[in-house]
């Protein structure tokens, strides 16, 4: 679903979905008809999957299968009601009353009425529930009443020189709104910071418990880092840069005392979903691994893991950045994997030197003799990056000019102004890591660790 409908993965799965209970629906009705009471038994069969699915959901309550079996409920009394309706129709029609009033109408209308009345109201309700969830209401209430502390150690100020004048470029903060969102989460969980903690647990010497409000009185750092999904294409979206608030987890490991022997913690987020991180990146003192509560000024938001999530600079988010979390879990690569390593993504995903062009964007026509800024941005959170280069056609590799570097661990705005000459242009960018490793040209797409290759776009100038 992902590799075909990318972000909107979740959407042509519900249409999916819908589209199937659609079928089936239809077939029971068919199936009620001939021979009942079987098409009632595929709803109580599909009601049995949907309950099992229900209740063995992680972090599920005792209650959470009570909407399952009053919709199948309801399917099968409305199933019952349409089909008594459909007979008297059908008998009445045997009958021969001809005219607007006769026997036949009258049934026809009744049947017609209840099929329309039943869609309705499951429209309505299945709506309702969706928009008005009462648990969804309340924990956006509690995250709009949350006052996050100043940090004790703040991020100095972009400079100004971070950002380059070109339009259409990426900009090197990323609004929240505008950050790509990754995860297995049908729907968002919805968490109350007064139930939330976070466990530290496995081979520690001693377990760890932190509430919100502990947590929040800690000392917290704010630090600017670049978080990417291993999914992301050469030339992909699925990246942003932000200003995280949040404590370093080096502390949290540091009272749990980790066990010789351990080297992996395996976070675990209220919905299941678990990413293994390498422990000594974790403890690592130059590594500004985060357990995050604030992203740009704001609590975190809803989809970005409220009310709390981890953030490791130089590791996709696959293998490091849980939302929602709830447990650390100490443990080694050798007993453990996190969810999407037995799905055929490695067990280590270290963020690759990647560069983008932002502007021009493919296919566009320029002006012969136009002074075109092609621009974008380049990283390699947590290495850095030291040059960009552009070749244009056939050209040699030409040096962009860089913006300010504000730290290894973000992304890098680039730019090179070029003149515009007559014809079709192929247009591609490397970077060069702080380390010296030039962006590699091998295309390589991003199972099992990461996309590589270089990025380019073709335009033309008439
Ligand atoms: N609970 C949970 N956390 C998760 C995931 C997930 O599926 N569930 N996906 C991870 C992946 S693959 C990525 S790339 C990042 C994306 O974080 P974002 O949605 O805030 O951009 O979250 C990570 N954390
Ligand atoms: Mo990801």
Redesign the pocket.
Known sequence: MVSLFGTGDKVALFVLMSVVLVAVAAGAGVLERRNPPYGALVFAAGGVLALLAVTTRSGSGTLDGAPTVAGIAAAVVVLRLLLQRLRRWEDARAVPTAGPGGAGAVARRSFIRWTVTSAALAVVVGGASRIGSASLQAAAAVRRAVRLPQPATPAPPVPSGASLDVEGITPYVTPNAD???????LRVPAIDPADWSLTITGEVDEEVELTWDELLALPLEEHMAT?????NEVGGD?I?NALWLGYPIRSLLARARPRAGADMVLSR?I?G?T?GTPLDVLQDEGTDALLAVGMNGDPLPA???FPA?LVVPGL???VS?????TELEVTRFSRAQG??TPRGWSERGPVKLESRIDTPVDGVTVAVGDRVPIAGVAWQPHTGVKAVQVKVGDADWQDAELADSVSADTWRQWVLRWTATKGRHEIQVRAVGADGEVQTSVQRPPAPNGATGWHGVTITAS
């Open positions: 950050f790509y969102r990754i995860d297995t989460a978080l990417s999904c291993v999914s699925l942003g987020s919905d979903f990413a989809e970005h893991g999530r996709f988010g696959y950045a849980t939302k929602w979390v969810y999407w």
